[in-house]
Nanobody, 120 residues
Framework: QVQLVESGGGLVQAGGSLRLSCAAS????????MRWYRQASTKQRELVAV???????SLADSVKGRFIISRDNAKNAVYLQMNSPKPEDTAVYYC??????????????WGQGTQVTVSS
């Protein structure tokens, strides 16, 4: 099994910066793609950013040019650097990790979520 622990959420002013972290631990062979999702109140969960095992990244149009996703494979960690956040970025942010847990089995895991509130 894989456990994910998120940190770094909180209150930030619009135009500031915030960095989210998510670290994976447990028993697994390897970590595959790592993602950040977010869910604002009354809205569906949406994909914000993804980084694959070799570092290729993709960002939602709404955050391109402002957010950066990165990973540290030695620490089994993924980060989301939020630059110039806007009030509409306010949401609970979840990390999502794909992992190879046996020789032939992959599975997906979710973090507990961390609240990000951007004040105007």
């Amino acid at each position: 099994q894989v456990q994910l622990v998120e940190s770094g959420g909180g209150l930030v002013q619009a135009g500031g910066s915030l960095r989210l972290s998510c670290a994976a631990s447990g028993r697994f062979f390897s970590i595959n793609a790592m993602r950040w999702y977010r869910q604002a109140s009354t809205k569906q969960r949406e994909l914000v950013a993804v980084i694959d095992s070799v570092g290729y990244t993709s960002l939602a149009d709404s955050v391109k040019g402002r957010f950066i996703i990165s990973r540290d494979n030695a620490k089994n960690a993924v980060y989301l650097q939020m630059n110039s956040p806007k009030p509409e970025d306010t949401a609970v942010y979840y990390c999502n990790v794909g992992a190879r847990i046996t020789y032939s089995e992959n599975s997906e895991y979710w973090g507990q979520g961390t609240q990000v509130t951007v004040s105007s």
